[in-house]
């Protein structure tokens, strides 16, 4: 290991902090804290002379008095002789005849001393001060952590305190920024000297930009290319406007004033360039230097990484900012730059890999795409180590930046762990003793690192930035050049990194070659195998990281769990499961045997054999392995490169254990040929940046194909009379109508389907024949017409496939027999043939019918038609001879209607005479039978006119009153029966609410019954409500959708609108479900408000009101027109003048202020403070909400920080004055909240 000669900066800065004067370390932490923490009102410095470097006593040092009115403390000092001085000192901070200043306004107390102190210690003085104030925080600003901050982050005060000197020259030409830019980056960062390359969209918006804007944040993630955007978009505006200069800062952490004023004239025109703004601690002085007059024009233009872009966007708030995001390039990008001139590579397989490599770096998609071209091999991007060396050359050569391999050691363990705390020394340290790193030469070389964009540091953390370059660093600094030792890692971290290791090595096996990983790694994995294998629990999970580098050992441990298991004798296999059965419930064998079906080799057939093996012991598991055969085991066409080694492997396994009659293998091969018999496959696979890759592999019609495809067609002949369920259910499976075919391949298939035809079905089996004839009829659709088609078709008919033929509705099969253009012609010729082909003369006619009926309806997935059929030949047969068609009828009752049949057809055709209705009545009332109500329903619905009068309409409501299921009555063909009884509609609509209030059976009127049929409803207003929110209740949302039903009685008693609403809450809930609705028709009623006041004040009573969800008041403000608009704002301001000391009352209004009238909630707001100023109460009410959803990549507190500013910004309109103080104070603590949650948002997406 190389030591340093000279000292490192870090320590430089420690030494100049012991040695430092106390007046000048208490000047430095004062300017070190009000830029730390800028959150203050006021700040007195009671330890220093005004205008002197001098201290004096004072008690605190320094006070900060913060915008919540409490204050922080820091007591500051280089005394290491006082003895106990820091708990002296934090004694001190809790006396108020020194501080002046009441305990219980103590919020913080910060101690700066220049020495290092332990946890203990720590925990000792907090022990103190919580003694005096339980709440209290205390932070220590010691040696270790001042002088890190100092080193990072405030080289200027290090510069003015310490004396540590600085370089100057940061003003500088584009010319000279570009080449210090270059020199600086050591050719790792993407150069700004190259061809300026599909971008044109972003430099277009770019330059439109600065011509509206005078101050530009340019935003994205390292190395996109801002910084050559940028100048390139400088350029082009400079040529085409002559009075303008342009600059760059070219930032050294001195001050900027100076230069800035001496650089640009106050007279002239000026474009600044500011790259990299958030590492620019003097940043105050730009937007400062920008605030002052000037008679010239000013435009900045500023670059800021992504992560950074909300604290900068802070500091630029007060200005008009544009905001320009820059993206990486999208995979699209990067395939249209390797399609075109001079790459021209347009195998899609090669865009996969190039696109998985680059990761949208441009460079590195030229670079990969220039390999690709040399080598013609796509298997020579499988390991593109070399390519990586020469883009990252600088870190390998023998003098420069990188002659120390400390700077890839720190890369390597960076790029493993993620994100390392760097701040925290204890948890760094205990990484980098492992591994022979000091914790100071740590610091530094990720201080030189962040200049290079190759780490980001940011929230205390360090990371790598980019995917790709991760992948490098951990390959090279452990597995290539071995300057970090696996083993170590191995040991030290697996069992709580487990994740990191995979997502270290999977991509560095994928990118640099597996065997160039496999080498270096395996001896390490074999020993750590040897330490933990006699664990279960540890071997499954170290070996679901490493199978692919221990096959041999995953088989053994799997086959010793396999054997302990007991072998289970005259199994029935079943093979079904449920879509997404196995999403979460994972057998661990199965998934770790289940890896091996992505291998070429002879393990895949150890792995099958293996699994089958467990699942002859395990029988339960059989659906789970077919399952994760068609998962990773089907066609793709990554196969093809193997000759479908895969495939062929499985299916001689399977085909073997049929020809030996094993049961196992026998189910599974009949189950798992029904799909890979199929001309294409649908694959579904996890894509870059969290995507789902869908596409269909259609295989080829090759010679492989039509090997495997022969011996699976061979396998099915020659088994199927051992096993005739199973065969014929493949071959069923095989003649379902899909759109993925391929008629070369259908057209191979179809000699082995007529052998199977012809040997081992008959044409005395229904399912056979219709097999058959479905079979032939999918074949012609393809064009496919064989002399021996004709020959079965007519050979496999038999009497029940016939009326088959006849009962069954099939449009696309029966255009074979009939011509129709439309669906309506197709009903009419379908029911005719339907009537003249069941023609019955007796009841073993009958009989022979209706059994046939029943079981093709029964055998039929699509039914749904059936019962049509069934009414036709009832209706049909009545006509012809009146007995037969009763006796039908009667054939259906007998057998408890099994077919769910409701007579409709032969109601409206039968029921014309009192003699039929009468006997139809008598036989349907002699029994009891499934729907026997809907039936007595049809029977009034379809009797003819002549026929109503009042001992029917009795009949009728005697009817309803007996039902006891919850049957829907539909009034538009009772309509007839008004004429005879006009109250008839109010009769029944008493006798259904009546009936469901004393047994609940929830009989339905139709949804508009309501709206339709009000004025037939007669006067008895009470029974009309009542029955209208029973319906209601029972209904629910599809019940009088647009509540004209409502309103009716709503202009009848205005007041039953309370009645309605109170409906809505039952007693098991205080929420209403349906918080659409929409009852903004209320406000078409004269003087509503005073009943609408009522109802709000039960709903505010009963909602259970959280600040989430829209609250249910805003049912009556949606879409509010503007006649009534006036009238909407009046009612609400009046409201709140009533209930302004309410808060569950203000907050309904702001929410529908918030939701349905959002162009009135500055004026509510305003109103309401106008009337209450009482901060505890305001704090009550939800402005903002409480919660929603946000998509995309957002930062949460940022966003409601937004909003609260908003609130303040609005308060600040009021002329109240200073009674709003408070509510101000409130809105800045809630302002500081969100800020500080959002920081913690960025972090956690930072560390993520």
């Known amino acids: 290991m190389l030591y340093h000669i000279v000292m490192s900066r870090l320590q430089t800065i420690e030494n100049r902090l012991k040695e430092i004067n106390g007046t000048v370390f208490q000047e430095l932490c004062d300017s070190y804290l009000t830029i730390r923490d800028n959150n203050y009102l006021a700040i007195s410095r009671t330890g220093s002379q005004t205008g002197k470097q001098k201290t004096t006593k004072g008690t605190p040092d320094t006070f900060f008095q913060l915008p919540n009115g409490n204050f922080l403390y820091s007591e500051i000092t280089t005394d290491t002789s006082t003895k106990n001085k820091l708990a002296n000192d934090i004694k001190a901070c809790f006396d108020p005849d020194k501080t002046k200043i009441p305990v219980e306004k103590i919020q913080e107390i910060i101690l700066c001393f220049n020495w290092n102190i332990d946890q203990d210690k720590i925990t000792e003085l907090n022990t103190l001060a919580q003694s005096y104030k339980a709440d209290i925080r205390i932070r220590y600003l010691m040696l270790q952590e001042l002088a890190l901050e100092l080193h990072l982050n405030h080289r200027d005060l290090a510069h003015h305190y310490l004396g540590l000197p600085l370089d100057t020259g940061q003003i500088v030409s584009i010319e000279n920024f570009i080449k210090e830019y270059d020199r600086a980056s050591k050719g790792i960062a993407t150069p700004l000297n190259n061809t300026f390359l599909h ?76 790259d ?22 000013l435009k900045i233009i500023i670059t800021v990484r992504d992560y950074a872009f909300q604290e900068i966007g802070r500091k630029c708030q007060e200005f008009s900012t544009q905001q320009i995001d820059l993206f990486k390039l999208s995979d699209e990008q990067i395939i249209d730059i390797i399609k075109s001139e001079p790459f021209e590579i347009l195998n899609p397989d090669y865009h ?78 205990s990484i980098l003793n492992e591994f022979d790193i000091s914790y100071n030469d740590f610091v530094d070389t990720i201080d030189t690192l962040d200049k290079l964009e190759l780490v980001e540091i940011q929230f205390e953390h360090v990371k790598v930035p980019e995917q790709n370059l991760a992948t490098f660093f951990f390959y090279k600094a452990f597995v290539k050049d071995n300057l970090l030792s696996f083993s170590t890692l191995l040991n030290n971290y697996f069992e709580n990194y487990k994740n990191r290791f995979t997502d270290s090595i999977i991509p560095a096996n994928n990118t640099f070659g597996p065997q160039n990983v496999m080498d270096k790694i395996k001896p390490d994995l074999i020993n750590y195998w040897k330490h933990i294998s006699s664990n279960s629990n540890k071997s499954f999970d170290f ?115 049929v020809e030996k009659n094993d049961e196992l293998l026998s189910t599974s091969f009949y189950e798992l040929a029904k799909t890979f018999l199929s001309h294409k496959f649908q694959q579904f696979k996890g894509g870059r940046k969290n995507s789902i890759i869908h596409y269909q592999y259609p295989i080829p019609n090759n010679s492989t194909i039509q090997e495997f495809r022969t011996k699976t067609w061979n396998c099915l002949e020659s088994s199927f009379d051992s096993r005739p369920i199973m065969a014929f259910s493949l071959l069923k499976n095989y003649s379902r109508v899909h759109p993925d075919v391929n008629k070369e391949i259908m057209s191979f298939d179809i000699p082995f389907v007529l052998n199977i035809i012809d040997k081992h079905l008959t044409n005395e089996n229904f399912e056979h024949c219709k097999y058959v004839q479905d079979q032939i009829r999918w074949f012609r659709r393809h064009d496919f017409d064989l002399p021996e088609f004709s020959n079965l078709t007519n050979r496999f008919v038999n009497e029940t496939y016939i009326s088959f033929l006849k009962i069954d509705w099939n449009r696309f099969r029966d255009k074979e027999m009939y011509e129709f253009d439309d669906f309506r012609e197709y009903e009419r010729l379908k029911e005719a043939e339907i009537r003249s082909s069941f023609i019955l003369s007796n009841e073993d006619d009958i009989n022979n019918f209706y059994n046939t009926f029943v079981l093709l309806k029964n055998s039929s997935k699509n039914n749904w038609n059936y019962n049509n059929t069934l009414d036709f030949v009832i209706d049909e047969n009545y006509s012809k001879d009146f007995n037969i068609g009763l006796t039908l009828l009667k054939k259906v009752i007998e057998n408890d209607n099994e077919v769910n049949y409701v007579p409709n057809v032969v109601f409206k055709n039968q029921l014309k005479t009192q003699n039929i209705a009468n006997q139809v009545w008598e036989f349907v009332q002699q029994s009891e039978f499934k729907h026997k109500e809907l039936w007595e329903l049809s029977f009034y619905d379809y009797i003819d006119d002549s026929l109503i009068n009042k001992s029917l309409i009795n009949s009728l409501v005697k009817s309803i009153s007996k039902m006891n299921n919850s049957n829907t009555i539909h009034f538009n063909r009772l309509e007839r029966f008004l004429k005879v009884t006009p109250n008839l509609f109010q009769l029944i609509l008493k006798t259904i609410t009546e009936k469901n209030e004393r047994e609940g059976t929830q009989l339905k009127v139709w949804m508009d019954f309501f709206s339709k049929y009000f004025d037939n409803l007669g006067e008895d207003i009470v029974l009309i409500k009542k029955a209208y929110i029973q319906q209601n209740l029972i209904q629910n949302h599809y019940f009088d959708y647009k509540k004209q039903g409502l309103l009716n009685i709503l202009n009848k008693d205005p007041n039953f609108l309370i009645d309605y609403i109170n409906s809505l809450y039952c007693e098991e809930s205080h929420n209403f479900s349906d918080d659409n609705i929409n009852l903004n028709f209320i406000w078409r009623i004269n003087n509503i408000e005073p009943i609408l ?29 503007e006649k009534h608009s006036k009238k909407v704002k009046k009612f609400l301001f009046q409201y709140i003048q009533e209930n302004y000391n309410n808060y569950k009352k203000i907050n309904a209004v702001v929410d529908i202020t918030r939701h349905s009238m959002k162009n009135i909630f500055e004026d509510v707001l305003l109103h309401f403070v106008s009337l209450n100023q009482d901060q505890n109460i305001f704090s009550k009410i939800w402005w903002i909400g409480n919660g929603t959803v946000y998509h995309g990549d957002v930062i949460i507190g940022y966003i409601e920080a937004s909003k609260w500013k908003n609130i303040l910004t609005i308060i600040e309109k009021s002329d109240i004055g200073s009674k709003l103080i408070p509510i101000k ?9 969100a800020l500080i949650s959002g920081d913690r948002e960025r972090k956690r997406k930072f560390l993520e």
């Open 199 to 274: 971008r044109e969209t972003e430099l277009k918006e770019l330059s439109n930009a600065i011509d509206s804007h005078d101050f530009i944040i340019l935003t994205g993630a390292p190395g996109v290319g801002k910084t050559k955007l940028a100048l390139e978009a400088i350029n082009n505006y400079l040529s085409k406007n002559n009075s303008f200069q342009a600059y760059c800062v070219s930032y050294k952490s001195h001050t900027l004033l100076d230069d800035l004023y001496q650089y640009f004239d106050v007279d002239k025109d000026y474009i600044l360039f500011v």
């Open 276 to 297: 990299d703004a958030n590492r620019i601690d003097a940043f105050e002085q730009i937007t400062g230097f920008f605030k002052a007059n000037r008679n010239g024009k």
């Open 352 to 429: 996969k890999e190039i696109v998985r490599i680059s990761n949208g770096n441009p460079r590195l998609a030229i670079m990969t795409s220039l390999l690709a071209k040399q080598e013609q091999n796509l298997y020579a991007l499988h390991n593109v180590s070399d390519l990586f060396e020469k883009y990252f050359s600088t870190f390998i050569k023998d003098d420069g930046e990188f002659e120390n391999p400390l700077n890839i050691k720190c890369l390597g363990l960076i790029a493993f762990f993620y994100t390392i705390p760097y701040k925290n020394r204890k948890i760094t340290e």
């Open 543 to 657: 070996l679901n990281s490493f199978w692919f580098y221990l096959q041999d050992q995953t088989l053994e441990f799997t086959y010793q769990q396999i054997e302990a298991f007991p072998k289970v004798e005259n199994t029935v296999y079943d093979t079904s499961y449920e879509t997404n059965q196995f999403n979460y419930d994972k057998d661990e064998i199965i998934e770790l045997l289940g890896n091996f079906f992505r291998l070429n080799n002879k393990n895949l057939k150890d792995s099958i054999g293996l699994l089958f093996e467990y699942v002859s012991r395990k029988p339960d598991k059989l659906p789970e392995l077919i399952h994760k055969i068609r998962e990773l085991l089907i066609f793709d066409r990554d196969d093809e490169y193997s000759n479908f080694y895969r495939q062929k492997t499985l299916f001689d396994i399977l085909i073997e254990g």
């Open 1093 to 1121: 006041t009522q109802v709000f004040d039960l709903v505010i009573h009963k909602e259970y009101y959280f600040g989430i969800r829209k609250h249910f008041c805003n049912s009556f403000f949606y879409n509010i027109s």
């Open 1225 to 1233: 104070i409130y809105l800045n603590k809630k302002i500081q909240k």
